[in-house]
């Protein structure tokens, strides 16, 4: 891992799950290994705005939580597969919530954060 300039605050639950889920596309990622897109190249397109230098970063973040777990096959060229642990399976009701509120305030989510970037 890489040496934190602010020391980890890890007092309650959000704390700690701040620090699982933090980054941009961890959230969707989890979501996407469980819909069945599990290949790096399905995942990339799936999230095309990210890098993969990015994706990759996360995904192996993710691993190290022991939210994903990645198998290698042992052909040519290497095929990677990464899929949800029964831990992370239990992040799924709480994504799919999430996600749900999301699309009922739709509209004035959109308002609001288009209102902050027009913002100075």
Request: glycine content about 6%; hydrophobic content about 40%.
């Amino acid at each position: 891992m890489k040496n934190r300039k602010i020391p980890l605050n890890l007092n309650c639950g959000l704390d700690l799950i701040g620090e699982v889920l933090y980054g941009k596309w961890k959230i969707r990622l989890i979501w996407f290994i469980h819909k069945g897109h599990k290949r790096p190249s399905e995942l990339q397109r799936k999230i095309p705005d990210a890098s993969r230098r990015v994706l990759n970063i996360q995904l192996k973040e993710l691993e190290e939580h022991e939210l994903i777990s990645k198998v290698i096959y042992p052909v040519v060229p290497p095929k990677v597969e990464y899929s949800l642990t029964d831990f992370g399976l239990t992040l799924i009701p709480v994504i799919s919530v999430l996600g749900n509120w999301g699309d009922e305030n739709e509209i004035r989510l959109r308002n609001v954060i288009s209102k902050t970037i027009k913002s100075p």
